[in-house]
DNA sequence: CCCTCTCCTGTAAACGTTTACAGTCGTGGC
DNA sequence: GCCACGACTGTAAACGTTTACAGGAGAGGG
């Protein structure tokens, strides 16, 4: 079985048997297939008598209208897209949940696709987005294609993405999240912390990520610390991370606080640092980004620069709605910008 | 703006400027609608040359079929729907991600709706995924209203359970997870431990959740250990918590391990533990249902029951495509059944 | 009694595909 | 030279909705 994008949905043309159209519940009303339509849309005029009646047997028997022939004859679904770069990183979850609620809220369905980390995949995963027709688009991350993207962006496709705003307006996620990251910066300054190290698996990132070590180096340059980063490498291998994070703390001028690029790195730090005999925040204090119930329950209790990516995730989709639906935008609660939450895990540099 | 969920779809009609539609693609090649869609279904025979032609103006156009017209006309859409209790835990994380990749590979999109553990919310967030006839449904845990969703199935919606197998087969998931829990047991009762107690939330749970504590207590009834439930409540607050787990720990015949009944669980029952100055595991031993990079960095590093959820997701959504496609399942590995992982937090029960 | 106006309803044509059926056009066997 | 046959392609009818347009029925005013 070639697993080829566009190929026709059935292979054996399965029954549903119990499928009821629009023409069933006319039939049994007796009026026509046009009122029943105006009744289920709340569109037009309809007598209270035969809206009563036509819902009753709609209900009874349990119609619900096909969303392909409405999709169909308005081309436009009720459906929203979510690209999601990859699933696999649970800083998607409160972003998902957000896009969910407001969308369900709305009477929108949500199609979740997954990049998988790849461009390729994830060319594939916007086709299918593309023959979906989705109403709109919402970028969970940064795209690895962007081209493509952009392509969809000009045929008239809805687009909101998590770095840059609809259209061309200012940025949303990077902005949210520079006041967490002065708090944190300017919270090691007057700790006295000199050098601080942005600990990431590679030097590749999306723009968000940019943006994020771009924010950070440029708070510390202005406070006159020095950021540097540090790259693990993709190898699973602890020892490996313990061998350069110690690079990096125990030389003569040494890094004194590590800050973790995201929120998933920080158990594999941690378990380096550890294997390093590394004392939190003796010999080095420790932040991240992102929040969790684990992070407040390690002991150290660790200290997070935190974002609400859910609300975030609501608004964007907020916005999305607003426009597709042509009522202004209906929510402009600016979601709260990320909070550094000072923990255990940062505390002053050890004494020289 | 009433969230109504039977709306039509477009508020104002958004003019889709780009959309080009299979006519424009015969026209451009010269040839009847009938053969562009023979090239683009590879199912009956097109001439090399003119298949070719078609090709090149198809994607010099970025032509792509609208799925809407397909699934009126063939009624089956390329869709498989997800439904999530609830998107807040991240046990579904790996989960959507199986169901994601296997219905990508094959070409299907995944919509996923979240049922917000409401069953008024999984009502509508069911009646969506019936309007968008979703060519199958894959659930991943119990519903909350499973009479909605037996209609469904009753009606030809092909529905796979993560607790049961479509239609009435043995179980998946809970069968998956007993060889763990048996393991968990069996080294508790080797350690000694005599009284095990059972954390949870609240009382009710899920058909996999009781599944899993039936299998969790009749384990121990044969090992000779007493098992009982520790019932938490759902108030966040941690002092409270710390009160009801040190009652059962303090008493005369203490409860010497803790078995934490969900992963998302555990950090609050490690904070409440720790409030309360309990030592793991020299006061008591600790296991957790569901791994994560974090409790491996735990200090001390948490024992658990673990389950591989992505390739459970997987294997469901691969019969799913299997019934669907009429080929063979195609992938018939049966995915890992959990394994008990000992690590630092369980240990021989306190000396009396 | 006729006309107009309002309110409600029906008729029928789209929406973009797929596919059964009916060609057309060579080619090769007789 | 004819016929049959195969390979390829076109015509047109569906799929389940929505909606512009037109019509009918009653009410009220003249």
Known sequence: ????????????????????DIRQVAEESGVSTATVSRVMNRRSLVAESTRLRVLQVADRLHYVP??????????????????????????????????????????????VVDAQRSAKVERRAVDVLHAQQVAALVLAGSPRDPVRIEQLRRDGLLVVD?????????????????PGIWAMCDALAELEHRRIGYVSRTRAHGEAGRRRWAALSSRCRQLGLSAERVILGSSPDITRSSRVLTSVIERPDPVTALVCATHGLAPTVLRALRAADVDLPGDCSFVTFGDSEWAAAFRPTISAVSLDLYSAASLMTTRVLGVLTGSGAGF??????????????SGPPPAP
């Open 66 to 111: 096909t969303a392909s022939a409405r999709s169909l004859r308005n081309n436009a679904t009720m459906v929203i897209g979510v690209l999601v770069p990859d699933l696999a990183n649970p800083v998607f979850v409160p972003f998902l949940r957000g896009v969910q609620r407001v969308a369900q809220a709305h009477g929108y369905a949500v199609l």
């Open 162 to 178: 998590a770095s840059g705003e609809i259209g061309s307006a200012p940025a949303l996620v990077p902005d949210l999240e520079e």
């Open 1 to 20: 079985m070639p697993p080829n994008p566009s190929r026709q949905p059935a292979g054996s043309p399965r029954p549903s048997p119990g499928k009821v």
């Open 332 to 345: 402009d609660e600016q979601p709260a910008p990320a909070r550094f939450l000072p923990r255990e895990s």
